[in-house]
């Protein structure tokens, strides 16, 4: 999306013509992805004992505490999400639920073929990227990631944010969501 803003005047089609492109001159981006791992399949959710379920953050100058795990490495992709689609036409993580408490993040990294990628990034339209033997899933309940390489960029819901470390965690219960039934 942000590189492709030179085709802008193509509408949604330059999303597909910017993702072979992308496909035909892959990028690695070194970086280190700090997460807090859920408990089992519980995500964080508020409880009626007043515990809101809220993570201590770090400040981004101190180290992640030791309940942390850590990865070191060349990402192709790193994509954390908090909802199924990332567009109407870009379903990032099919199994994500509103109130699960825990972020997705799609990794893929390694060496990968320019063919596996490209299937890959077709898959996102109907989920069935997760198939893929190249894409990783992590769920936690925080994340930081802290990139290596001179030149990489962060975005957030598609617009450019600024270069550097980032961090988020899961706000239980922080929105109220009213909706009919079908």
């Known amino acids: 999306?942000?590189?492709?803003?030179?085709?802008?005047?193509?509408?949604?089609?330059?999303?597909?013509?910017?993702?072979?492109?992308?496909?035909l001159t892959q990028r690695k981006y070194r970086a280190k992805l700090s997460y807090l791992p859920t408990k089992g399949t519980v995500g964080l959710t508020s409880s009626d004992d007043g515990d809101d379920g809220d993570i201590a953050m770090p400040a981004l100058s101190e180290p992640v505490p030791s309940d942390w795990k850590v990865i070191e490495d060349d990402f192709h992709l790193l994509w954390a999400t908090h909802v199924t689609h990332a567009s109407t036409s870009t379903c990032v993580s099919p199994d994500t639920k509103m109130d699960d408490g825990f972020f997705r993040i799609?990794?893929?990294?390694?060496?990968?073929?320019?063919i596996s990628m490209a299937l890959l990034l077709m898959g996102l339209e109907s989920g069935s990227?997760?198939?893929?033997?190249?894409?990783?899933f992590i769920e936690c309940a925080a994340y930081r990631l802290e990139?290596?390489?001179?030149?990489?960029f962060n975005d957030l819901d598609g617009e450019v944010i600024e270069?550097?470390?980032?961090?988020?965690?899961?706000?239980?219960?922080?929105?109220?969501?009213?909706?009919?039934?079908?």
């Open 163 to 182: 270069a550097g470390p980032v961090q988020a965690k899961i706000l239980p219960s922080a929105i109220k969501l009213f909706c009919t039934s079908p």
């Open 106 to 114: 799609l990794i893929v990294r390694g060496s990968i073929s320019r």
């Open 1 to 23: 999306d942000i590189e492709s803003e030179c085709l802008r005047w193509m509408g949604e089609s330059r999303f597909d013509i910017w993702a072979v492109w992308r496909v």
């Open 129 to 136: 990227h997760v198939r893929s033997e190249k894409a990783e």
């Open 147 to 152: 990139p290596s390489t001179p030149g990489s």
